[in-house]
């Protein structure tokens, strides 16, 4: 199962990531995650991206799409992957068609959550993640047992730098002008599912994975 996860930022494309992984048992590929991981690690890479990241922008796409392309080509992909977070331009869609179609693969599906801003604004401030196990939690709509601490690992969760509000509406504005052209896209291509974010997890995996199965 070769699958992308489109939807702007704080639509939900991790916390259902989460669950599809290991549903189908795939990797869980997201850029965001591997961009943080090299920023904690203070890599080259990680210095780059930080400075598009904390202003709310995107890493310039010679940067992301070698990262991606390198990922999929493992050994782990071989039955499939989630792609979450990636693509976000039409350049990265067509780097990523490009690299597929050398491989003789093709995408199953692209699962594109609808989440409106007022509603993506609350869940991007309102989001916590864990330190050491990277499970997402929402100081409201999703909150751990113990204040702060990771339900999985007991690990501190902490608020992601970009998860301010005036980077998140800068991340949405992002989102609308390069990533949005991406659903027509695929949908031109018969694969986009579309499904209403605002509704709880559970049920929006539950429309996921019948649309999977059938
Ligand atoms: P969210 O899902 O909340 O938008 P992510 O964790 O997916 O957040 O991404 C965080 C940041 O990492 C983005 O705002 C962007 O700066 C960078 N990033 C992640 N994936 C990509 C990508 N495919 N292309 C360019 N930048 C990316
Ligand atoms: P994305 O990866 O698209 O940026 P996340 O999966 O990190 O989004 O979710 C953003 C925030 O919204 C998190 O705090 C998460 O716990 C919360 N959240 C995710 N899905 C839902 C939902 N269906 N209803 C309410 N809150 C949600
Ligand atoms: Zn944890």
Same mark, same amino acid.
């Given at each position: 199962m070769r699958l992308i996860l489109l939807g !702007? !930022? &704080?639509? &939900?494309k991790g916390t259902q990531a989460s669950v599809i992984v290991k549903e189908y048992n795939i990797p869980h590929i997201s850029t965001g995650d591997i961009f943080r991981d090299n920023i904690k690690r203070d890599t080259e890479l990680g210095k780059r991206a930080k400075e598009y990241m904390d202003k709310g922008l995107l890493v310039p796409d010679e940067l992301v799409v070698s990262i991606v392309k390198d990922r999929i080509a493992e050994d782990d992909c071989r039955d499939g992957f989630l792609l979450d977070g990636? !693509?976000? @331009?039409i350049n990265q869609g067509e780097a990523l068609d490009a690299e597929l179609e050398q491989m003789s693969l093709e995408l199953d599906k692209v699962v594109n959550i609808d989440v409106g801003v007022e509603i993506l604004i609350q869940r991007a401030i309102g989001r916590r993640v864990c330190r050491d196990c990277g499970a997402t939690y929402h100081v409201e709509f999703s909150p751990p047992r @113990? *204040? &702060? #601490? %990771? *339900? #999985? %690992?007991?690990g501190e969760l902490f608020q992601r730098d970009d998860d301010k509000v005036e980077t998140v509406k800068r991340r949405i504005e992002v989102y609308n002008e390069q990533t949005e052209p991406l659903i027509d896209y695929y949908t031109k291509k018969g694969l986009v599912l579309n499904v *209403? &974010? @605002?509704?709880p997890i559970d049920e929006i995996f539950e429309k996921i994975s019948k649309s999977l199965m059938g």
């Open positions: !702007p !930022p &704080g639509a &939900g990636f !693509p976000r @331009t @113990t *204040d &702060g #601490i %990771c *339900d #999985i %690992c007991n *209403d &974010g @605002t509704k």
